[in-house]
């Protein structure tokens, strides 16, 4: 039990660490954090004997209607969302990088990390999906996490609460399917759209 919760606290701040680590022993590498993160979590994720990484998804016919309705929901929402990435390196690490990374360490390993210690109780549903305590807390991580990317601001808590209701959304897909896969599809539309948003505002205020 206190395996797996050490575990999920150093997956939820794997990425503080590796640029901690850079900072003090490889500097110069700075702006190649996330890509020193990525290799990471890649190289270590096989060790997980419990994972949706993996894994293809199941429950097809419940789960392509849900999906299909996350979508629409996931572009409205990215036109709100306040994420303005810069730069070709940036843009691409924010829609690709991120979301397969993040998907891997809290949907494909972190939540069923947290199945061994917390009970699969169903607390509500969403979207015909159950809503489960290991989901709940692993979209809790996943919000905090983002405060490894930005400072603590109105925005930054902005981002940690879309984070906790898409992570809710994203885990309990993941619950359903059994992988990773219709999470990772969702999380790169929304931070696609987000950037698609972002840019055409800009145009519109610099016209």
């Known amino acids: 039990m206190y395996l797996a919760l050490c575990i999920s606290v150093l997956l939820t701040f794997s990425y503080k660490l590796v640029d901690v680590l850079i900072k003090k022993r490889l500097k110069g590498m700075e702006k190649h954090t996330v890509l020193v993160w990525a290799v990471l979590i890649i190289v270590v994720t096989p060790f997980f004997k419990a994972g949706y990484v993996f894994e293809m998804p199941t429950s097809y016919e419940k789960a392509i209607p849900i999906f299909g309705a996350v979508a629409l929901v996931n572009i409205a929402a990215a036109r709100f969302s306040g994420y303005n990435p810069k730069g070709k390196y940036n843009i691409t690490n924010f829609i690709v990088t991120y979301p397969i990374i993040e998907e ?3 949907r494909g390993l972190l939540l069923p990390n947290l199945k061994l210690v917390f ?8 979207f015909y999906m159950p809503v489960t305590v290991p989901v709940i807390i692993s979209a809790l991580l996943f919000a905090i996490c983002h405060l490894q990317y930005y400072k603590l601001s109105a925005q930054c808590i902005r981002f940690i609460v879309i984070a906790f209701f898409g992570g809710i959304i994203l885990g309990a897909i993941t619950e359903l399917t059994q992988s990773i896969l219709f999470a990772l599809v969702l999380h790169i ?3 696609g ?6 840019t055409r505002y800009k145009k519109i205020k610099q016209e």
Not at 121 to 126: A, D, F, K, S, T
Not at 193 to 198: R, T, Y
Request: aromatic content about 20%; cysteine-free; hydrophobic content about 70%.
């Open 193 to 198: 759209f987000s950037v698609i948003f972002a």
């Open 189 to 191: 539309i929304f931070n």
């Open 104 to 106: 891997i360490i809290f």
């Open 119 to 126: 009970t699969s109780v169903e607390v509500i549903q969403l």
